[in-house]
């Protein structure tokens, strides 16, 4: 299988490619590095590692059920890549955190199709970083104000 970004995989896999749930999956490409995010809720987001998307294809787990490249997923990756915004789903911090939230705010204003996927990547990073849980409240808390009813 050839496995490339924008591609969306459907099947009873968690992102440590164990029995879950029916979960649908689409890959991203950032820096050159695929791996799939979560689809199901944006405000949820989790990564499978590629070769886990690999292992549950070849053992029919997960099967591919379109490729989308206009999807909003798609958008915001290419957004990021635009503003020299590295994939951050691993932790956030610093400058990095400061031009996520910016741009979320700048995505909200315009309306832009990929916000409550970037607010999930927000989300994500805060969670899976090494910092107080004060500030983890507080950008969680400023992210769900600039969600407002988006």
């Known amino acids: 299988m050839d496995i490339s970004e924008s591609q969306i995989y459907e099947g009873p896999v968690t992102a440590l ?64 890549e635009r503003l020299g915004i590295r994939d951050t789903h691993l932790g956030l911090h610093g400058a990095q955190l400061d031009a996520m939230l910016q741009l979320l705010e700048k995505a909200v204003a315009t309306g832009a199709d990929y916000a409550r996927y970037l607010a999930g990547e927000i989300l994500a ?12 409240r507080a950008v969680r808390d400023r992210v769900m104000t600039m969600l407002g009813g988006y």
């Open 125 to 136: 990073g805060v969670a899976a970083s090494h910092s107080a849980a004060d500030e983890m």
């Open 17 to 80: 490619g164990g029995e879950g749930p029916n979960a649908r999956w689409i890959v991203v490409n950032p820096a050159g590095r695929l791996h799939a995010h979560s689809l199901d809720d944006p405000l949820d987001l989790h990564c499978m590692p590629i070769g886990l998307l690999q292992i549950a294809f070849d053992a029919g787990r997960v099967r591919l059920i379109d490729t989308q490249p206009d999807h909003p997923v798609i958008h915001l990756q290419r957004e990021k």
